[in-house]
Protein backbone atom coordinates (compact mmCIF):
# COMPACT_ATOMS: atom_id res chain seq x y z
CA UNK A 1 0.00 0.00 0.00
CA UNK A 2 1.66 3.58 -0.88
CA UNK A 3 -1.80 5.35 -1.14
CA UNK A 4 -1.97 7.79 2.15
CA UNK A 5 -5.56 8.22 2.46
CA UNK A 6 -6.17 4.40 2.36
CA UNK A 7 -3.50 4.03 5.03
CA UNK A 8 -4.43 6.80 7.22
CA UNK A 9 -8.13 5.10 7.72
CA UNK A 10 -6.49 2.04 8.26
CA UNK A 11 -4.46 3.41 11.08
CA UNK A 12 -7.12 5.61 12.63
CA UNK A 13 -9.89 2.28 12.47
CA UNK A 14 -6.78 0.24 14.22
CA UNK A 15 -7.09 2.83 17.09
CA UNK A 16 -10.84 1.41 17.71
CA UNK A 17 -10.83 -1.20 21.03
CA UNK A 18 -10.72 -4.77 19.40
CA UNK A 19 -9.64 -3.91 15.92
CA UNK A 20 -6.08 -5.55 14.47
CA UNK A 21 -4.70 -4.49 11.23
CA UNK A 22 -6.87 -6.96 9.58
CA UNK A 23 -9.93 -5.96 10.80
CA UNK A 24 -9.42 -2.26 10.27
CA UNK A 25 -8.20 -3.01 6.66
CA UNK A 26 -11.43 -5.43 5.82
CA UNK A 27 -13.44 -2.56 7.52
CA UNK A 28 -11.42 0.14 5.31
CA UNK A 29 -11.88 -1.88 2.14
CA UNK A 30 -15.96 -2.84 2.85
CA UNK A 31 -16.64 1.05 3.42
CA UNK A 32 -14.62 2.81 -0.10
CA UNK A 33 -16.16 -0.34 -2.08
CA UNK A 34 -19.41 -0.95 -0.63
CA UNK A 35 -20.96 1.51 1.62
CA UNK A 36 -19.44 5.29 0.87
CA UNK A 37 -22.35 6.72 2.39
CA UNK A 38 -21.94 4.66 5.82
CA UNK A 39 -18.24 6.27 5.48
CA UNK A 40 -19.85 9.93 5.60
CA UNK A 41 -22.20 8.83 8.34
CA UNK A 42 -19.77 7.35 10.77
CA UNK A 43 -17.33 10.53 9.90
CA UNK A 44 -20.34 12.72 10.86
CA UNK A 45 -21.66 11.27 14.07
CA UNK A 46 -17.70 10.70 15.29
CA UNK A 47 -17.82 14.69 14.90
CA UNK A 48 -21.19 15.49 16.31
CA UNK A 49 -20.22 12.59 19.18
CA UNK A 50 -17.36 14.80 20.33
CA UNK A 51 -18.96 18.03 19.58
CA UNK A 52 -22.46 17.27 21.93
CA UNK A 53 -21.35 14.64 24.30
CA UNK A 54 -20.22 15.58 27.74
CA UNK A 55 -20.29 14.03 30.97
CA UNK A 56 -23.91 14.87 33.21
CA UNK A 57 -22.87 16.99 36.28
CA UNK A 58 -25.17 14.74 38.87
CA UNK A 59 -24.16 11.42 37.63
CA UNK A 60 -21.25 11.56 35.44
CA UNK A 61 -22.94 9.63 32.79
CA UNK A 62 -22.32 10.60 28.47
CA UNK A 63 -25.13 13.32 28.05
CA UNK A 64 -25.69 15.98 25.51
CA UNK A 65 -27.28 18.47 28.60
CA UNK A 66 -25.91 19.36 31.66
CA UNK A 67 -27.68 16.84 33.53
CA UNK A 68 -28.66 13.78 31.91
CA UNK A 69 -32.67 12.93 31.71
CA UNK A 70 -32.15 10.40 34.27
CA UNK A 71 -30.79 12.35 36.92
CA UNK A 72 -34.02 14.91 36.06
CA UNK A 73 -36.57 12.29 36.38
CA UNK A 74 -38.21 13.41 39.40
CA UNK A 75 -40.21 9.96 39.39
CA UNK A 76 -37.25 8.25 40.36
CA UNK A 77 -36.55 7.73 44.27
CA UNK A 78 -33.52 10.22 44.81
CA UNK A 79 -32.54 8.17 48.44
CA UNK A 80 -31.43 5.48 46.32
CA UNK A 81 -27.88 5.55 44.59
CA UNK A 82 -26.71 2.78 42.45
CA UNK A 83 -22.55 3.16 41.54
CA UNK A 84 -22.02 1.27 38.08
CA UNK A 85 -19.02 1.27 36.02
CA UNK A 86 -20.48 2.04 32.83
CA UNK A 87 -23.50 3.20 30.83
CA UNK A 88 -23.96 -0.49 29.43
CA UNK A 89 -24.29 -1.51 33.22
CA UNK A 90 -26.60 1.14 34.39
CA UNK A 91 -28.72 -0.10 31.14
CA UNK A 92 -28.32 -3.71 31.91
CA UNK A 93 -30.07 -2.29 35.47
CA UNK A 94 -32.22 -0.38 34.04
CA UNK A 95 -33.58 -3.47 31.95
CA UNK A 96 -34.61 -5.04 34.63
CA UNK A 97 -37.16 -2.51 35.69
CA UNK A 98 -36.93 -3.36 39.41
CA UNK A 99 -35.16 -0.53 40.63
CA UNK A 100 -36.55 3.26 40.35
CA UNK A 101 -33.47 5.10 41.85
CA UNK A 102 -30.31 6.79 40.84
CA UNK A 103 -27.53 6.33 39.24
CA UNK A 104 -23.76 7.17 39.32
CA UNK A 105 -21.38 6.18 36.32
CA UNK A 106 -17.61 5.86 37.19
CA UNK A 107 -16.87 5.44 33.23
CA UNK A 108 -14.29 2.95 34.59
CA UNK A 109 -12.81 0.87 37.11
CA UNK A 110 -9.92 1.14 38.92
CA UNK A 111 -6.92 -0.69 37.40
CA UNK A 112 -3.63 -0.21 39.08
CA UNK A 113 -1.78 -2.40 36.87
CA UNK A 114 -2.53 -0.11 33.89
CA UNK A 115 -2.43 3.02 35.78
CA UNK A 116 -6.44 3.49 36.55
CA UNK A 117 -6.15 5.32 39.80
CA UNK A 118 -9.28 6.64 42.03
CA UNK A 119 -8.95 9.93 39.93
CA UNK A 120 -9.31 8.88 36.53
CA UNK A 121 -12.86 7.08 37.46
CA UNK A 122 -15.41 9.48 38.77
CA UNK A 123 -14.45 9.04 42.42
CA UNK A 124 -13.84 12.56 43.43
CA UNK A 125 -17.53 13.54 41.32
CA UNK A 126 -19.41 10.86 43.50
CA UNK A 127 -17.97 12.07 47.11
CA UNK A 128 -19.06 15.47 45.87
CA UNK A 129 -22.34 13.54 44.68
CA UNK A 130 -22.91 12.61 48.10
CA UNK A 131 -21.78 15.31 49.96
CA UNK A 132 -25.29 17.12 49.99
CA UNK A 133 -26.74 14.45 51.83
CA UNK A 134 -29.96 13.42 49.85
CA UNK A 135 -28.51 9.73 49.44
CA UNK A 136 -29.78 7.84 51.69
CA UNK A 137 -28.01 4.37 50.54
CA UNK A 138 -25.59 3.74 47.62
CA UNK A 139 -25.81 0.28 45.78
CA UNK A 140 -22.21 -0.40 44.36
CA UNK A 141 -22.93 -2.33 41.02
CA UNK A 142 -19.25 -2.71 40.19
CA UNK A 143 -18.77 -6.04 37.89
CA UNK A 144 -18.13 -8.84 39.96
CA UNK A 145 -14.60 -9.25 38.63
CA UNK A 146 -10.90 -8.64 40.47
CA UNK A 147 -10.87 -5.36 39.19
CA UNK A 148 -14.49 -4.48 39.54
CA UNK A 149 -14.54 -6.09 43.12
CA UNK A 150 -11.32 -3.63 44.15
CA UNK A 151 -13.13 -0.77 42.90
CA UNK A 152 -16.02 -1.36 44.64
CA UNK A 153 -14.16 -2.33 48.04
CA UNK A 154 -12.64 1.39 47.58
CA UNK A 155 -15.89 2.86 46.91
CA UNK A 156 -17.68 1.21 50.01
CA UNK A 157 -14.88 2.33 52.75
CA UNK A 158 -15.03 6.24 51.30
CA UNK A 159 -19.07 5.93 51.57
CA UNK A 160 -19.28 4.47 55.21
CA UNK A 161 -16.24 6.92 56.16
CA UNK A 162 -18.99 9.60 55.42
CA UNK A 163 -21.92 7.48 57.51
CA UNK A 164 -24.01 6.38 54.45
CA UNK A 165 -25.37 3.03 54.25
CA UNK A 166 -23.57 1.04 51.40
CA UNK A 167 -24.74 -2.34 49.88
CA UNK A 168 -23.29 -4.42 47.17
CA UNK A 169 -25.76 -6.61 44.61
CA UNK A 170 -25.93 -9.84 45.77
CA UNK A 171 -23.49 -12.46 44.53
CA UNK A 172 -25.46 -15.79 43.72
CA UNK A 173 -26.08 -19.05 41.62
CA UNK A 174 -27.81 -17.60 38.33
CA UNK A 175 -31.14 -17.79 37.68
CA UNK A 176 -32.01 -21.18 35.42
CA UNK A 177 -28.29 -23.00 35.95
CA UNK A 178 -27.53 -26.02 37.64
CA UNK A 179 -25.38 -26.40 40.46
CA UNK A 180 -22.84 -28.68 38.54
CA UNK A 181 -22.03 -26.35 36.15
CA UNK A 182 -21.53 -23.25 38.52
CA UNK A 183 -17.90 -22.44 39.56
CA UNK A 184 -17.28 -23.11 43.01
CA UNK A 185 -16.06 -19.80 44.11
CA UNK A 186 -20.23 -18.55 42.70
CA UNK A 187 -21.28 -21.59 44.94
CA UNK A 188 -19.14 -20.77 47.61
CA UNK A 189 -20.41 -16.91 47.76
CA UNK A 190 -23.96 -18.51 47.39
CA UNK A 191 -23.32 -20.95 50.59
CA UNK A 192 -22.22 -17.71 52.51
CA UNK A 193 -24.60 -15.29 51.68
CA UNK A 194 -27.64 -17.81 51.95
CA UNK A 195 -30.85 -15.98 53.27
CA UNK B 1 -30.03 5.60 25.85
CA UNK B 2 -31.91 8.94 24.79
CA UNK B 3 -29.07 10.45 23.61
CA UNK B 4 -29.53 11.15 19.86
CA UNK B 5 -25.51 11.97 18.93
CA UNK B 6 -24.30 8.27 20.87
CA UNK B 7 -27.14 6.88 19.52
CA UNK B 8 -25.97 7.53 16.22
CA UNK B 9 -22.64 6.71 16.57
CA UNK B 10 -23.86 3.53 17.64
CA UNK B 11 -25.35 2.95 14.93
CA UNK B 12 -23.08 4.42 12.61
CA UNK B 13 -20.46 2.33 14.07
CA UNK B 14 -22.56 -1.11 13.51
CA UNK B 15 -22.04 -0.80 10.01
CA UNK B 16 -18.96 -1.87 10.02
CA UNK B 17 -18.00 -5.66 9.09
CA UNK B 18 -17.93 -8.03 12.28
CA UNK B 19 -19.17 -5.03 14.67
CA UNK B 20 -22.10 -6.10 16.68
CA UNK B 21 -24.10 -3.54 19.31
CA UNK B 22 -22.30 -4.56 22.04
CA UNK B 23 -18.66 -3.92 20.25
CA UNK B 24 -20.05 -0.84 18.91
CA UNK B 25 -21.18 0.60 22.28
CA UNK B 26 -17.61 -0.78 23.67
CA UNK B 27 -15.87 1.55 20.63
CA UNK B 28 -18.37 4.87 21.18
CA UNK B 29 -17.89 4.99 24.91
CA UNK B 30 -13.95 4.08 24.16
CA UNK B 31 -14.12 6.86 21.79
CA UNK B 32 -15.79 9.35 24.10
CA UNK B 33 -14.23 8.63 27.45
CA UNK B 34 -10.54 8.06 26.51
CA UNK B 35 -10.13 9.18 22.65
CA UNK B 36 -11.90 12.03 21.43
CA UNK B 37 -9.03 12.81 19.38
CA UNK B 38 -8.62 9.00 17.57
CA UNK B 39 -12.15 9.77 17.14
CA UNK B 40 -11.58 13.16 14.97
CA UNK B 41 -8.79 11.83 13.30
CA UNK B 42 -10.80 8.90 12.63
CA UNK B 43 -13.73 11.38 11.09
CA UNK B 44 -11.39 13.03 9.36
CA UNK B 45 -9.49 10.18 7.23
CA UNK B 46 -12.98 8.69 6.57
CA UNK B 47 -13.46 11.99 4.61
CA UNK B 48 -10.10 11.86 2.83
CA UNK B 49 -10.33 8.21 2.05
CA UNK B 50 -13.83 8.82 0.60
CA UNK B 51 -12.89 11.97 -1.19
CA UNK B 52 -9.02 10.71 -2.34
CA UNK B 53 -9.59 6.85 -3.27
CA UNK B 54 -10.95 5.88 -6.37
CA UNK B 55 -9.87 2.54 -8.40
CA UNK B 56 -7.21 1.99 -10.71
CA UNK B 57 -8.16 2.43 -14.58
CA UNK B 58 -5.81 -0.10 -14.93
CA UNK B 59 -6.04 -2.68 -12.47
CA UNK B 60 -8.97 -1.63 -10.66
CA UNK B 61 -7.69 -1.66 -7.33
CA UNK B 62 -7.66 1.61 -4.64
CA UNK B 63 -5.92 4.59 -5.59
CA UNK B 64 -5.36 8.12 -5.30
CA UNK B 65 -4.12 8.46 -8.33
CA UNK B 66 -5.88 7.91 -12.05
CA UNK B 67 -3.44 4.55 -12.26
CA UNK B 68 -1.84 2.80 -9.54
CA UNK B 69 1.89 3.15 -8.65
CA UNK B 70 2.28 -0.91 -9.21
CA UNK B 71 0.56 -0.44 -12.94
CA UNK B 72 2.82 2.58 -13.76
CA UNK B 73 6.13 0.18 -12.37
CA UNK B 74 7.90 -0.01 -15.34
CA UNK B 75 10.42 -2.46 -14.11
CA UNK B 76 7.45 -5.29 -13.86
CA UNK B 77 6.94 -7.53 -16.27
CA UNK B 78 3.49 -6.52 -18.63
CA UNK B 79 3.32 -10.00 -20.07
CA UNK B 80 1.82 -11.30 -16.60
CA UNK B 81 -1.35 -10.27 -15.41
CA UNK B 82 -2.02 -12.09 -11.87
CA UNK B 83 -6.05 -11.61 -11.07
CA UNK B 84 -6.79 -11.38 -6.88
CA UNK B 85 -9.84 -10.97 -5.11
CA UNK B 86 -8.70 -7.78 -2.81
CA UNK B 87 -5.88 -5.40 -2.29
CA UNK B 88 -5.47 -7.55 0.88
CA UNK B 89 -4.66 -10.68 -1.47
CA UNK B 90 -2.36 -8.50 -3.68
CA UNK B 91 -0.08 -7.40 -0.77
CA UNK B 92 0.14 -11.47 0.55
CA UNK B 93 1.16 -12.10 -3.17
CA UNK B 94 3.88 -8.98 -2.98
CA UNK B 95 4.97 -9.64 -0.03
CA UNK B 96 6.61 -13.14 -1.28
CA UNK B 97 9.15 -11.25 -3.74
CA UNK B 98 8.62 -14.02 -5.77
CA UNK B 99 6.10 -11.83 -8.79
CA UNK B 100 7.55 -9.02 -10.76
CA UNK B 101 4.08 -8.83 -13.04
CA UNK B 102 0.61 -6.74 -13.10
CA UNK B 103 -1.96 -7.49 -11.07
CA UNK B 104 -5.75 -7.19 -11.77
CA UNK B 105 -8.02 -6.48 -8.20
CA UNK B 106 -11.39 -7.53 -8.90
CA UNK B 107 -12.83 -6.27 -5.95
CA UNK B 108 -14.88 -9.19 -5.03
CA UNK B 109 -15.51 -12.70 -5.69
CA UNK B 110 -18.35 -14.25 -7.22
CA UNK B 111 -21.33 -14.92 -4.72
CA UNK B 112 -24.61 -15.87 -6.68
CA UNK B 113 -26.29 -16.37 -3.20
CA UNK B 114 -25.67 -12.90 -1.73
CA UNK B 115 -26.61 -12.10 -5.65
CA UNK B 116 -22.85 -10.33 -6.46
CA UNK B 117 -22.67 -11.20 -9.88
CA UNK B 118 -19.75 -10.91 -12.43
CA UNK B 119 -20.99 -7.15 -13.15
CA UNK B 120 -20.49 -6.30 -10.01
CA UNK B 121 -16.88 -7.25 -9.53
CA UNK B 122 -14.42 -6.27 -12.22
CA UNK B 123 -14.90 -8.59 -15.00
CA UNK B 124 -16.21 -6.23 -17.60
CA UNK B 125 -12.90 -4.45 -16.84
CA UNK B 126 -10.98 -7.42 -16.64
CA UNK B 127 -11.61 -8.36 -20.34
CA UNK B 128 -11.36 -4.62 -21.60
CA UNK B 129 -8.09 -4.68 -19.70
CA UNK B 130 -6.63 -7.70 -21.41
CA UNK B 131 -8.41 -6.85 -24.98
CA UNK B 132 -5.07 -4.78 -26.14
CA UNK B 133 -3.00 -7.57 -27.16
CA UNK B 134 -0.13 -6.42 -23.80
CA UNK B 135 -0.74 -9.80 -21.66
CA UNK B 136 0.25 -13.23 -22.48
CA UNK B 137 -0.61 -15.35 -19.65
CA UNK B 138 -3.24 -14.90 -16.66
CA UNK B 139 -2.81 -16.08 -13.34
CA UNK B 140 -6.05 -17.18 -11.45
CA UNK B 141 -4.89 -16.52 -7.68
CA UNK B 142 -8.58 -16.07 -6.40
CA UNK B 143 -9.05 -17.78 -3.19
CA UNK B 144 -9.53 -22.09 -2.94
CA UNK B 145 -12.72 -21.13 -1.30
CA UNK B 146 -15.54 -22.33 -3.19
CA UNK B 147 -17.07 -18.71 -4.18
CA UNK B 148 -13.39 -18.07 -4.92
CA UNK B 149 -13.13 -21.31 -7.65
CA UNK B 150 -16.22 -20.04 -8.92
CA UNK B 151 -14.58 -17.22 -9.46
CA UNK B 152 -11.60 -18.47 -10.83
CA UNK B 153 -13.72 -20.90 -13.03
CA UNK B 154 -15.33 -18.00 -14.87
CA UNK B 155 -12.41 -15.99 -15.29
CA UNK B 156 -10.55 -18.50 -16.99
CA UNK B 157 -13.25 -19.28 -19.41
CA UNK B 158 -13.40 -15.84 -20.59
CA UNK B 159 -9.43 -15.95 -20.99
CA UNK B 160 -8.98 -18.89 -22.73
CA UNK B 161 -11.87 -17.73 -25.10
CA UNK B 162 -9.93 -14.83 -25.80
CA UNK B 163 -6.94 -16.72 -26.44
CA UNK B 164 -4.91 -16.18 -23.37
CA UNK B 165 -3.21 -18.57 -21.47
CA UNK B 166 -4.52 -18.80 -18.31
CA UNK B 167 -2.44 -20.70 -15.18
CA UNK B 168 -4.31 -21.08 -11.65
CA UNK B 169 -2.00 -21.23 -8.40
CA UNK B 170 -0.84 -24.35 -7.30
CA UNK B 171 -2.99 -26.26 -4.83
CA UNK B 172 -0.95 -28.64 -2.34
CA UNK B 173 0.31 -28.87 1.04
CA UNK B 174 1.19 -25.94 2.95
CA UNK B 175 5.05 -25.65 3.87
CA UNK B 176 5.62 -26.56 7.56
CA UNK B 177 3.12 -28.77 7.70
CA UNK B 178 2.31 -32.60 9.04
CA UNK B 179 0.79 -34.51 6.27
CA UNK B 180 -1.44 -35.75 9.51
CA UNK B 181 -2.72 -32.53 10.13
CA UNK B 182 -3.73 -31.85 6.63
CA UNK B 183 -7.26 -31.84 5.56
CA UNK B 184 -8.03 -34.26 2.82
CA UNK B 185 -8.81 -32.53 -0.05
CA UNK B 186 -6.03 -30.58 0.59
CA UNK B 187 -4.17 -34.15 -0.06
CA UNK B 188 -5.97 -35.54 -2.78
CA UNK B 189 -5.29 -32.29 -4.32
CA UNK B 190 -1.30 -32.45 -3.99
CA UNK B 191 -1.83 -36.51 -5.26
CA UNK B 192 -3.00 -35.26 -8.28
CA UNK B 193 -1.11 -32.00 -9.20
CA UNK B 194 2.19 -34.18 -8.07
CA UNK B 195 5.07 -32.84 -10.19
ZN1 LIG C 1 -27.12 12.11 35.17
ZN1 LIG D 1 -3.25 -0.29 -11.00
Known amino acids: MAEPSLDALIEALRRLPG??????????????????????????????AVKNI??????????????????LDATRDSRLLCVVESPADQAALERTGSYRGLYFV???????????????????????????????????????TAEGEATAHVISEAMKSRGLKVTRLARGVPIGSELEYVDLGTIAHALSDRR
Not at 121 to 144: C, K, M, P, Y
Open 19 to 48: VGVKSAQRMAFHLLQHDREGAQRLAASLQG
Open 106 to 144: LMGKLSPLDGVGARDIGLGQLLQRVGDGSVDEVIVATNF
Open 54 to 71: RHCERCHTFTESPVCSTC
